[in-house]
Structure formats: structure tokens, C-alpha cells
């Protein structure tokens, strides 16, 4: 069974920090192209960043130069450590992942799925 699950969201006040961890199990943790994406309310949900399997990563233009998209392949953890919160930034946080297979059990299964977690609020006042 594959599991994401978001942690680290909360209020904040404009200019500050905040870090998101999402906790990946049931897949090959390090073969797995991870991101992060945002919905506000009554908006779509956009790309925040993503980090391919090998550490390539891409940035939304609104975010540049204040987030930073992470992971640590021996924890399973994604992370994305947000500075300079703008009031903008408010929204449901989601990581996602596109994994080339999955566990079942004991057993693997080569089969690429896409999975997402439950989300976590991000709000930042003025």
C-alpha cells in the first residue's frame, strides 16, 4: 500500500518560514519523481516544484529563490522549506509521486502509478 503523508503546515505571518515533510512508504522511494503542488481556495490546483529521481529540479516562476525542494532518499521524506511567505502562498499543499512500481506485500510490482497525499494547510496573514 502506497502512503504519502504531509506534515509541518500551520499560520504564519507574511515573511516567514515554514518547512513541509511528506513521509513516502509502499514504494523504491529513490526511483520515484516527487513534487509539490498547492490549491487555494476556489483556484486550480499549480506545480510548486518537483524533483526528478536523479535531483533535477523545476521551480513555479512564483516561487523561485523562496522554496527549496528536497528529499532524503534513507528517511523516504520530501521536504520543501518555504521562506519569504507571502499572503499569496495560502493554500492546501499536496505531495505527490510518480513512482515506477510499488510494493504488494513482500512483493514488488513494475507498475508506474501516481500517487498523492491527504494535503496540509499552509496559511500566511498579513
Known amino acids: 500500500q502506497v502512503q504519502l503523508a504531509e506534515s509541518g503546515g500551520g499560520s504564519v505571518q507574511a515573511g516567514g518560514s515554514l518547512k513541509l515533510s511528506c513521509a513516502v512508504s509502499?514504494?523504491?522511494?529513490?526511483?520515484?519523481?516527487m513534487g509539490w503542488y498547492r490549491q487555494a481556495p476556489g483556484k486550480e490546483r499549480e506545480l510548486v516544484s518537483t524533483?526528478?529521481?536523479?535531483?533535477?529540479?523545476i521551480y513555479a516562476d512564483s516561487v523561485k529563490g523562496r522554496f527549496t525542494i528536497s528529499q532524503d532518499n534513507a528517511e523516504n521524506t520530501l521536504y520543501l522549506q518555504m521562506n519569504s511567505l507571502k499572503t499569496e502562498d495560502t493554500a492546501v499543499y499536496y505531495c505527490?509521486?510518480?513512482?515506477?512500481?510499488?510494493?504488494?506485500?513482500?512483493?514488488?510490482?513494475?507498475?508506474?502509478?501516481?500517487?498523492w497525499g491527504q494535503g496540509t494547510q499552509v496559511t500566511v496573514s498579513s
Open positions: 505527490a509521486a510518480d513512482c515506477p512500481g510499488f510494493y504488494s506485500g513482500d512483493f514488488f510490482v513494475p507498475r508506474r502509478g501516481n500517487y
Open positions: 524533483i526528478s529521481s536523479v535531483g533535477t529540479t
Open positions: 509502499g514504494v523504491i522511494f529513490s526511483s520515484c519523481g
